[in-house]
């Protein structure tokens, strides 16, 4: 956020608020009153690493923010961004979503060039290979070394008096432009715009970069933009549904997945519930179309993070158990359709049915909002690994056994990308990144 009329800490502190939901491993903020930045980083939830105190020490009108879950690099403080370094550029901070695609290949020319590293980050390398530009200024720097990162991500980066924002030419990530009294605001997602009280102006072009400074807001296209395509997975499951993505509202997009889903399959039940909190939507969709009671079936415990988004898989096993529990009164004796957003590796629909059949569920029927995740991400989402992803080792009947539903379905690719064009958006021509579900990469090592 940019706002040479405010003391922006507030501003960015309940913004990361409203973007917990993107992470939950680090949290880190920094500042700058246009004389110096000062950095604030730890492990733990936004309330956890700003306390009182600790935010009080933080005043300015130039600052960035991050909430980090790994997904390359250790879950560990070092990795924590924004990530603040002095080079011949001056100090700068930099913060990143996503993934450089080409990160171990920079990382091994940068190494044998005698770069030390102090972190596994991507935002790590963007420094080193600024730091190393030909240019002794910034955005020069920014013009040189953007194309040589291959990959899905967005950027923000700041000096003492000025916030820079870009995006990959193919946009995997999302990046919004708002509006405040006197500055602008930056966000992966619009929810946090609400909450402070901006104003939404505009999504980051892909490819282009944006300038803000005292004299105003200057756009230029850093990279030339290629094939559109937005993770569509923000749409299934990663974004807050209260968010826009190229003006297309998560939650009206969720809901209709939920009606194209409920339009391919054939199963009659008593009721439909959805797996909270991701997957209310579409839960409504579906029973909607199908013209069936909605129902809370399963209820969360919020005061648990994601359970997904933790370490290791002992973890998450554990945190799946402690998160959801059942409505036996809404679930004893009926046969049940429940919607889920996706399956990663099984365990939450594994463990859920379980609980329903203990809580009585006659029948237990299941419906996911997306097609089977058969491949890896490379662009910021966490299933990078192909041996992990249960649809990429057993067939949809096999996963069934495996989860021991009465019945499982899937949506079609075409079903899902049909109900995200249906919900109305700004006028862009977009295209979607699908390579989880259809193995077409848009960026490789070689692009
Ligand atoms: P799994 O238990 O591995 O099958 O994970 C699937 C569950 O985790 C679903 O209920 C989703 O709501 C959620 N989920 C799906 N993808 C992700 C992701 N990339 N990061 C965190 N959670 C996810
Ligand atoms: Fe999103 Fe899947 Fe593409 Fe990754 S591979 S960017 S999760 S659509």
């Not at 049915?353 to 097609?371: C, F, M, W, Y």
Request: include cysteine.
């Amino acid at each position: 956020m940019f706002a040479p009329e405010k003391d922006v800490q507030s501003y960015i502190h309940f913004g990361l608020y409203a973007l917990q939901h993107r992470g939950q491993e680090s949290a880190g903020i920094s500042i700058s009153d246009g004389s110096d930045i000062k950095t604030k980083k730890k492990m733990g939830l936004v309330s956890e690493v700003f306390q009182g105190d600790t935010l009080e020490n933080l005043s300015g009108y130039n600052a960035i923010g991050h909430v980090r879950y790994s997904t390359e690099g250790d879950s560990s403080v070092t990795n924590a961004q924004p990530l603040t370094i002095t080079c011949k550029l001056g100090k700068i901070s930099i913060v990143h979503n996503g993934n450089l695609k080409n990160a171990k290949g920079l990382r091994k020319r940068l190494e044998e060039e005698g770069t030390i590293f102090q972190t596994t980050t991507d935002s790590e390398i963007l420094a080193h290979l600024l730091a190393k530009s030909s240019y002794n200024n910034i955005i020069d720097g920014l013009k040189e070394v953007a194309s040589m990162m291959k990959g899905g991500y967005t950027f923000l980066l700041m000096t003492t008096d000025r916030l820079i924002a870009f995006r990959d030419a193919h946009g995997f990530r999302p990046l919004s432009l708002g509006k405040v009294d006197g500055g602008y605001v930056l966000s992966s997602e619009t929810c946090a715009f609400d909450t402070i009280g901006a104003e939404y102006v505009r999504d980051i072009s892909p490819g282009e970069m944006v300038v803000i400074d005292k004299q105003g807001i200057t756009s230029t296209t850093l990279l030339e933009p290629k094939d559109p395509s937005l993770c569509i997975f923000e749409y299934i499951y990663f974004a807050r549904p209260d968010s826009n993505l190229i003006g297309k509202n998560v939650h009206l997009v969720r809901k209709e997945l939920g009606k194209e889903l409920a339009k391919e399959s054939n199963i009659t039940a008593d009721i439909v519930s959805g797996v909270p909190d991701s997957s209310l939507s579409a839960a409504s969709g579906v029973a909607e179309a199908l013209n069936l009671p909605y129902e809370m079936g399963l209820i969360k415990n919020r005061y648990i993070g994601r359970t997904f988004i933790k370490p290791n898989q002992e973890m998450r096993e554990l945190g799946v158990q402690v998160k959801l529990n059942p409505v036996n009164a809404t679930v004893f004796g009926k046969r049940i359709i429940l919607v889920d957003d996706s399956i990663v590796r099984g365990t939450t629909i594994t463990n859920i049915i379980k609980t329903l059949r203990d809580a009585g569920a006659k029948e237990v029927h299941i419906l996911i909002s997306s097609p089977p995740v058969k491949f890896p991400c490379y662009y910021g989402i966490d299933t990078s690994s192909c041996g992990e992803l249960i649809a990429s080792k057993l067939n949809v009947e096999e996963i069934r056994t495996e989860i021991g539903a009465d019945s499982l379905q899937f949506l079609s690719i075409q079903g899902m990308v049909r109900a995200v064009e249906r919900v109305p958006g700004l006028n862009e021509n977009t295209g979607y990144c699908l390579a989880c579900f259809n193995g077409e990469y848009p960026v490789t090592e070689e692009d």
